[in-house]
């Protein structure tokens, strides 16, 4: 179990995924990743900026070439609830023609920000195109959208920790937690 201070661990409800946990999940993917992708020709792209912890240690846990790279889209019309639409704030900089793409999410909810994604993505005519979230809500999904790879499925809570934030903060714990209630319910006041 993680010692980390008061100072952060304050606000968290109860610890969801330990260190330790998710440094086995992220073996996992990795492993699976990388048999999966032996002859092909990989690119992670990374949804900024939840996915920046996960991504980072995942690519680590790939034991093959790889490229990488980065989007930023914005889906949350607060911090909350997605609002469906999906507007690209930072564009990759590698053209996707002849890559093996592997979209790197934190966290897959309604999907309705992965749906329009791929959409996008698709019509850059990469090879192939997969989804890998470390966490999955699937009982929050509205769109059709399932991931190829998940770490865990987590129940339908806002969770933080990991590169996840509530209003930009708590991306730097190294745990993943379910934030206490009155923390959101207080600052929407
Ligand atoms: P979707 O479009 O509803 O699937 O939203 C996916 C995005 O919403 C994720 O990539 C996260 O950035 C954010 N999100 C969804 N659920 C949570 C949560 O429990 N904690 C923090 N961010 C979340
Ligand atoms: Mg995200």
Redesign the pocket.
């Known amino acids: 179990m993680c010692m980390f201070s008061e100072n952060m661990s304050k606000d968290i409800r109860e610890v969801l995924l330990t260190e330790e946990q998710i440094a086995e999940l992220v073996k996992k993917l990795g492993d699976e990743i990388t048999k999966d992708y032996k002859d092909k020709n990989l690119l992670l792209i990374s ?1 900024l900026k ?2 920046v912890v996960f991504v980072a240690d995942l690519m680590r846990a790939i034991d093959l070439p790889c490229s990488m790279d980065f989007m930023v889209v914005s ?2 019309g607060d911090s909350m ?2 609002s ?1 639409i999906v507007k690209i704030i930072k564009d990759l900089d590698i053209s996707l023609e002849g890559y093996d793409v592997l979209i790197v ?11 329009s994604l791929i959409e996008i993505l698709k019509m850059r005519r990469p090879k192939s195109i997969k989804i890998c979230t470390l ?1 999955d ?1 699937v009982d ?1 999904r ?2 059709n959208v399932e991931a190829d790879y998940v770490g865990a499925r ?1 129940p339908d ?4 920790g990991y590169g ?3 209003n930009e903060r708590y991306r730097n714990l190294p745990f993943v937690g379910v ?1 206490k209630p009155l923390v959101y319910t207080d600052e929407s006041k």
């Open positions: 949804v939840g996915s889906s949350y609830e997605s469906g999410e934190d966290i897959l909810d309604t999907g309705r920000t992965l749906a966490l809500k929050c509205l769109a987590v809570e806002f969770v933080v996840l934030d509530y934030l």
